[in-house]
């Protein structure tokens, strides 16, 4: 019987490991390695070393695409890459 409850212990432990590698619960690795699809204002802000009112003001005026996710406001990293060769663009 305690060979039994072992070899069920062994197996759900390797059930569980090959879950995660399969499609399961993702670790930090494999977070780090999928692409960010989309910034919070806070997160960009602190990304760039800008202020969120004036990435805010950026929506204003256009330049900056955001999009309502019911109460959330994503901005897009497509539009956010956008955004960032226009404004090299316009340095130059």
Do not use: H
Request: aromatic share 6%; hydrophobic share 40%; proline share 2%.
């Amino acid at each position: 019987m305690l060979d039994d409850a072992r070899f069920a212990s062994s197996f759900l432990l390797q059930a569980a490991r090959n879950s995660n590698q399969i499609g399961g619960t993702m670790d930090q690795e494999q977070k780090s390695k999928s692409p960010k699809l989309g910034w919070t204002f806070e997160e960009l802000a602190s990304s760039l070393s800008v202020s969120v009112p004036f990435l805010r003001l950026e929506v204003k005026r256009g330049r900056l695409k955001a999009a309502d996710l019911g109460r959330r406001v994503v901005l897009l990293d497509s539009d956010v890459r956008r955004y960032l060769a226009e404004a090299s663009d316009r340095a130059a």
